[in-house]
C-alpha cells in the first residue's frame, strides 16, 4: 500500500475525472489510472464504475473513500504529533521546492541569501509542484518556493498563506550550438521538417507554461516530441548531447551559454517570464511556527528585492 493511492482515490471521488485528476496530482493520465488500479488490486474489488460518465465509485468505492479520508486524517494527525517532538530541528528551515528549482534557482539564491542574512541551516525537500504544496498545506516545511504564472496559479488561499516575490525566471527555448556556434535547432521549424522536440512530461508544471509559450507563438511550431520527461536537468541534458530542443530555464543554462555550449534555439517571441514566489503559512494559522523561520521571512518582507 502507497498513501498517494489514497490520495489519488481521493482526488478521484472529488473530480469524477480520471484526466483531471491526473493533471491535479500532477501524473500522466496512464500512470494516474495505474495506481487506481494498483490500490484495486491491494482491495482485492473493483473501487470505481467505469462503465459511466462521470466517472462514479462503485458500492464497495463509496465505503472505501470514508475509510480512506479517516486514514489520511489520521496519518496527518500522527505526523503533526511527531513534529512536535523535533524540538533539535527548531534551528532548521525546512523548504519544499520543485524537482527544476532544486538545481537551477535554489543554491544560487540560498548562496546569496547566506551573503545578506547570515549563517543558516536548511533542509531541502525536491518533488514536484503538487506535493511540494501538499508539503507546505500538511505543515511538512516551513517554506515553499514555486514559479508562479497567472495561468497556472497555485490554489493557495490568501486568507491562510501569504507569498513574497523572489525574482522571475524566463523559460526559453535552447539547443546545441553546431561548429559555427548556430542553434542545431531552430523555432519554428518548417511543414514537412518538424524541430525534434524534448518536451516535459504531461501534467508536468513546465509543460503545461510550454503549452501556454505554443499557445501565444507568433507563428504555428512544427516539433516532433521525441523525449519527454519531467526533470529540466533530464532535459538539459539531452539537448547537450544533440537530440532536440528543448525549453529551460534561464538559470540553469547560464553556465552552458557562457561555454557556447547550448545557444538560444528562437526569438524572444518564444520565451515566457514566470515570477518566483516563496509561500509559508501564516502565523496564526501555523501549526509549529519556528523562530528562524520567523525571523528569515521578516528579513526578505523587509528587503523586498528581488533575485534574478
Known sequence: M???WLEDFVSLAETRSFSRSAQARHVTQPA??????????????DLVDRSSYPTRLTPAGETFLAQALEILNALQATRSMMRSHQA??????????????????????????????G???????????????????????????AYHHPTQPLQLSSDRYEMLSLGHETLAPYAKADAAGQPMFRLPGRPGAPVPFLSYAQGAYMARIV???????PAPLHLDAIYETDMAEGLKAMALEGHGL?????????????????????????ELTMEVRIYRERPSGA??????????????????????
Open 2 to 4: 502507497d498513501t498517494k
Open 32 to 45: 494516474f489510472s495505474r495506481r487506481i488500479q494498483a490500490l484495486e488490486a491491494w482491495a482485492g474489488i
Open 88 to 117: 533539535a530541528d527548531q534551528d532548521m528551515v525546512e523548504f519544499a521546492v520543485p524537482h527544476t528549482m532544486a538545481f537551477t534557482f535554489f543554491p544560487h539564491w540560498l548562496m546569496d541569501l547566506r551573503q545578506r542574512f
Open 119 to 145: 549563517a543558516i541551516k536548511s533542509r531541502l525537500s525536491a518533488m514536484n509542484v503538487h506535493d511540494a504544496v501538499i508539503r507546505l498545506t500538511e505543515g511538512s516545511c516551513d517554506l515553499l518556493i
Open 211 to 217: 503549452e501556454q509559450i505554443i499557445k501565444l507563438a
Open 246 to 270: 528543448a525549453f529551460l530555464p534561464a538559470s540553469s543554462v547560464r553556465k552552458e551559454l557562457r561555454a557556447r555550449r547550448l545557444v538560444a534555439a528562437g526569438p524572444a517571441e518564444y
Open 287 to 308: 501549526r509549529h511556527a519556528k523562530p528562524v523561520a520567523e525571523e528569515l521571512w521578516n528579513f526578505l518582507k523587509a528587503r523586498g528585492d528581488a533575485l534574478e
